[in-house]
């Protein structure tokens, strides 16, 4: 059953495509299994990631940098993480229409991600779904998020590039910056430049770049009016400059091996837990009673824990 989906899913099959997502979002066995096959085939696609406030136009903007793509030929997977995203609903008419042309084209997939009940965490279950996309062929993955929590920041380790999008008119101090996602942005973009303000948000990020330089690579910051497709090819330019930029310095191969690192600790320490509470029993409880009381300390109680988990 699952290997046949995979099979299918792999030669182009969308409705392949959507029932191995669906399996992957439940994690459950089925997820797994197909994961196990696909993993391998993996590893091609850019992965990009556009983050930045509610309502600043991260999703009008990654419509336009799709169509651009398209025109470049490139494939598109988009996996929107916001359960208010018009990917999913509640866009206004003109952006339904706008959103239109993606939704009918073969060259794009559209997933939108339940941010509730996601086993293992929103953004593993995100890495996973990039990996699907990634093996079924989409040359670029593009991940939209809201850039407000941690588990934005953890997306957006999924990503080769990460796209910080900022809006004028948010006051003197840029919500961006006190969300502290700036710091993640390897291309910033100041969008809905045709309000007024533009010039000031502008101004600021160029004050922000200045003092915060990556080695290599001077982050670059575009203006873009995403309902008009304008500056959506400079920001599709940026982004394949820091494709070639990654690739070439060698960091693309770094970030795959930390990557690496990080997932196979994380899911190596979920699945020991897991393994040692189901073996400890009632010990979890007890022992919580004994520390609550002072009893016995945090440490100390989890070495009983280990010690009944391993005999
Ligand atoms: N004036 C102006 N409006 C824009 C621009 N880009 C997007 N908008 C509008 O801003 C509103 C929000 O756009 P979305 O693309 O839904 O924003 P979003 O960041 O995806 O929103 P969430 O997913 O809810 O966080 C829509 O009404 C867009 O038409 C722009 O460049 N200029
Ligand atoms: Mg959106």
Do not use: C, Y
């Not at 336009?64 to 793509?69: E, G, K, N, Q, W």
């Not at 398209?70 to 598109?76: D, H």
């Not at 997977?77 to 084209?105: C, E, N, W, Y």
Request: charged share 25%; glycine share 10%.
């Amino acid at each position: 059953m699952v290997s046949d989906r995979v099979q299918r899913l792999l030669e182009g099959d969308r409705r392949a495509l959507t029932r191995v997502l669906t399996w992957v979002e439940n994690g459950g066995s089925e997820g797994r299994e197909a994961l196990r096959v696909l993993f391998p085939k993996s590893g091609r696609a850019h992965v990009i990631g556009v983050t930045g406030p509610t309502g600043s136009g991260k999703s009008t903007l990654v419509g336009a940098l799709v169509r651009v793509l398209r025109e470049r030929g490139k494939t598109v997977g988009i996996v929107a993480v916001d359960p208010t995203s018009p990917f999913s609903h509640g866009a206004i008419l003109g952006d339904r229409i706008r959103m239109q042309d993606l939704t009918t084209d073969p060259g794009v997939f559209i997933r939108s991600m339940a941010t509730r009940g996601a086993l293992g965490g929103l953004a593993a279950t995100t890495a996973d779904v990039v990996t699907v996309f990634d093996a079924a062929g989409m040359d670029v993955v593009i991940v939209e998020t809201v850039g407000a929590g941690q588990d934005e920041v953890e997306i957006a380790d999924t990503a080769h590039t990460t796209v910080v999008v900022n809006i004028p008119g948010a006051g003197d101090d840029m919500q961006a910056i006190k969300a502290g996602i700036l710091e993640i942005a390897d291309i910033l973009v100041v969008n809905k430049a045709d309000l007024p303000q533009a010039e000031s948000v502008f101004k600021q990020l160029h004050i922000f770049t200045d003092l915060q330089r990556q080695a290599g690579w001077d982050v670059p910051i575009i203006k873009t009016v995403a309902h008009k497709d304008e500056g959506a090819a400079e920001l599709a330019d940026a982004i394949e400059k820091h494709r070639e930029f990654i690739t070439d310095s060698g960091r693309l191969e770094e970030m795959s091996r930390q990557r690496a690192q990080r997932q196979l600790l994380a899911v190596a320490q979920a699945a020991l837990l897991e393994g040692a509470l189901s073996k400890a029993g009632d010990l979890v409880d007890e022992l919580v009673e004994q520390i609550t009381r002072r009893e016995i300390d945090p440490r100390t109680a989890a070495d009983k824990l280990i010690a009944a988990a391993k005999s």
